[in-house]
């Protein structure tokens, strides 16, 4: 048996803690104090880093955490990420024997090149493509690319549990009721959204199901949403077409 602890970290990325009572699987460490703060209190030893893409607010804390536990690193290699001591590729699957879990990798470009998922039944560390109500910036390779990564998680079980790394859902929230003012799913979500944020905790993670209700880039054949952009000038309604004027 296992549990995931939100461990939060700089100003609104969260590392995961995949751990029992006496090991942790620690996913996107952008920081190490708030890590090895957590492996003290709980009296853990970190056995593996999972890494979804290089970006810094990711990375940051692995070669710290390295110098304390000389751990493997699990991601896609990328000459811009030297941390990465195990290269995982599309297809691939990672066991960690210890909590009984097996990912499957599925590689998702669109935010950056080297982007990867781990999906394991039930759930799955999407990183920075799916936020709750949003997605990531577009900053290597295209927006269709970016679009067909989205369709990917999109297409897991509806009550996969997705564990993004920001919390980002109240502002995406505010995007998506613009886009769908109608959406009830969006006008509830808010409403549940801020009274967590109001108790001081985590509006991560979410389900599939719940983002296919409320997320704008996953409902790009909605029609109401396709009105409201067609009143600011959209003319293309096909649906690459739809996501790209929503990120525009």
């Not at 920075?128 to 109500?133: E, M, P, R, T, V």
Request: aromatic share 8%; charged share 20%.
């Amino acid at each position: 048996m296992f549990e995931i602890a939100t461990i939060p970290a700089l100003q609104d990325n969260y590392i995961w803690a995949i751990h029992d009572d006496r090991s942790a699987v620690v996913v996107d460490p952008g920081e190490a104090w708030p890590v090895l703060d957590f492996l003290q209190r709980n009296g853990l030893n970190l056995e593996a880093i999972l890494c979804t893409h290089r970006h810094h607010d990711h990375v940051d804390g692995i070669e710290e955490l390295r110098g304390v536990y000389n751990v493997p690193v699990h991601g896609r290699s990328h000459p811009k990420n030297p941390h990465i001591t195990h290269d995982l590729r599309e297809g691939d699957r990672l066991t960690l024997d210890r909590f009984g879990l097996v990912f499957d990798i599925i590689e998702l470009p669109g935010h950056l090149d080297d982007h990867i998922a781990f999906v394991a039944p039930g759930l799955v560390f999407s990183g920075d493509i799916l936020f709750g109500a949003g997605c990531g910036r577009n900053f290597e390779g295209t927006l269709a690319q970016l679009h067909h990564s989205l369709q990917r998680l999109a297409a897991l079980p509806e009550d996969t549990l997705v564990y993004c790394a920001h919390e980002y859902t109240l502002s995406c929230l505010s995007y998506a009721l613009v886009c769908e003012p109608g959406n009830q799913d969006i006008q509830r979500r808010i409403a549940d959204t801020q009274a967590l944020r109001a108790a001081g905790r985590a509006t991560v993670p979410f389900t599939i199901a719940l983002e296919k209700a409320t997320n704008p880039y996953l409902r790009c054949t909605n029609p109401e949403l396709i009105s409201t952009l067609q009143a600011r000038g959209l003319t293309d309604t096909s649906e690459l077409s739809v996501f790209s004027a929503l990120k525009g």
